[in-house]
């Protein structure tokens, strides 16, 4: 019963509609009306630029951290005998919060996508993995300044850290991995295909890294 309870209230922190408020707040819009109509990082980024998009990817990103945080509720989780369950009951939390971000009970069960959240929830569970994932997403948003894209590899990175490179053993921690990369990949379909087309918009960072190459192009 108790463990049902702090289920719902990940859920609920989940649910927290970060970049609607910042958008409400500060612009007096409701970021769902604008770029791609999601309430996630990267349309805050597009729409609102990159001060208001890294603001909205923090927050979202302690969505999730806290949320796995709950377990700290329950004292018999520390037991050594209880790791396993304590792992599990840690993923449970932080997947009610990312459903809590991409259906939330306080904007009409519209929501983002859920990448900063799940980061937020790896980085409670396992930190290195999250941190190797990280790197990806960096790398890839250093050189391409797509936010879907960066996520994506840093989705499917996942696994490869969980299943190859760290090869943990326990089967659950597995199958997560396998079934985060699928979700983001399901839920970035259209970015995919914008992607493709050439026409995914590029998020407004690292200008003056373009603006130095367009002028060595011009001289």
């Not at 709950?70 to 037991?79: D, E």
């Amino acid at each position: 019963m108790k463990e049902l309870l702090l289920i719902i209230i990940a859920y609920l922190i989940g649910s927290i509609p970060t970049a609607l408020i910042i958008s409400k707040k500060f612009f007096g819009v409701d970021i769902r009306d604008y770029g791609s109509g999601n309430m996630g990082a990267t349309n805050t980024f597009r729409v609102l630029g990159s001060k208001y998009g890294t603001i909205v990817m923090v927050l979202d990103i302690l969505k999730g951290a806290v949320a796995v945080a709950l377990y700290n509720f329950l004292p018999y989780y520390f037991s050594p005998d209880m790791e396993l369950y304590r792992t599990n009951f840690m993923i449970g939390l932080g997947l009610a919060a990312v459903a809590g971000h991409i259906f939330p009970i306080f904007a009409d069960f519209k929501g983002g996508k859920g990448v900063a959240t799940l980061f937020g929830m790896l980085l409670a569970v396992q930190p290195v993995v999250a941190i190797s994932c990280v790197g990806v997403f960096l790398i890839v948003l250093y050189v391409t300044r797509y936010v879907s894209l960066s996520s994506i590899l840093a989705a499917l990175f996942l696994p490869i850290c969980v299943l190859w490179i760290w090869n943990e053993h326990e089967i659950l921690y597995r199958i997560f991995a396998l079934l985060v990369a699928s979700l983001v990949i399901l839920t970035h379909q259209k970015n995919i295909g914008r992607i493709l087309r050439g026409v995914e918009s590029r998020v407004p960072i690292l200008k003056h890294r373009d603006r130095r190459k367009s002028r060595r192009r011009n001289d």
